[in-house]
């Protein structure tokens, strides 16, 4: 099973403290819920990236998703 990343925002490390801002598109999220006991989560990862953006972002955020074409294990 394959799997590919599809970025849904960026963040940046918040100057002198161990917290990363972060910002999301809502409609980004709502593609990649899912449902667990009745209630519904998103699962994104956050990655430091090698140097930071023309922006200052330090930090990508991203789902992994399972890729059509790849076959069950």
Same mark, same amino acid.
């Given at each position: 099973?394959? !799997? /590919?990343?599809?970025?849904?925002?960026?963040?940046? $490390?918040?100057? =002198?403290? =161990?917290? #990363?801002? #972060? %910002?999301?598109?809502? &409609? &980004?999220?709502?593609?990649?819920? !899912? &449902?667990? &006991?009745? *209630? @519904?989560?998103?699962? !994104? =990862? #956050?990655?430091?990236?090698?140097?930071?953006? $023309?922006?200052?972002? @330090?930090? @990508?955020?991203?789902? %992994? #998703?399972?890729?059509?074409? /790849? *076959?069950? %294990?």
């Amino acid at each position: 099973m394959a !799997f /590919s990343k599809k970025y849904i925002g960026k963040g940046k $490390q918040v100057e =002198n403290r =161990n917290i #990363v801002e #972060v %910002s999301l598109k809502l &409609e &980004e999220l709502h593609d990649h819920t !899912f &449902e667990y &006991e009745g *209630e @519904t989560y998103v699962k !994104f =990862n #956050v990655a430091r990236l090698k140097e930071p953006d $023309q922006y200052g972002k @330090t930090h @990508t955020i991203y789902v %992994s #998703v399972k890729d059509p074409d /790849s *076959e069950e %294990s």
